[in-house]
């Protein structure tokens, strides 16, 4: 299944980080400055004092360059 997570927020990073560390395909969706950020430094996630980074991300500001295949928004 792709996921795609429409505005990368608190939450949004949260919930992709989260599918992207279970094995699925996601797509997040950002503004531009943030998914420069995200493409260039991945998106680390801390639980119970332990840091995660998710790297390899799929990011755009353009929803036109993620959309084929989606399945989930």
Avoid: C, N, W
């Avoid at 493409?39 to 036109?64: C, K, N, Q, W, Y």
């Amino acid at each position: 299944m792709h996921f795609l997570i429409y505005g990368t927020g608190a939450v949004g990073a949260y919930l992709g980080a989260k599918l992207s560390l279970a094995g699925q395909e996601v797509r997040f969706l950002a503004r531009p400055g943030v998914a420069r950020v995200l493409g260039s430094s991945g998106l680390r996630l801390i639980e119970d004092s332990r840091p995660v980074t998710v790297f390899d991300l799929s990011v755009s500001s353009s929803l036109a360059e993620i959309a084929d295949g989606i399945d989930v928004v």
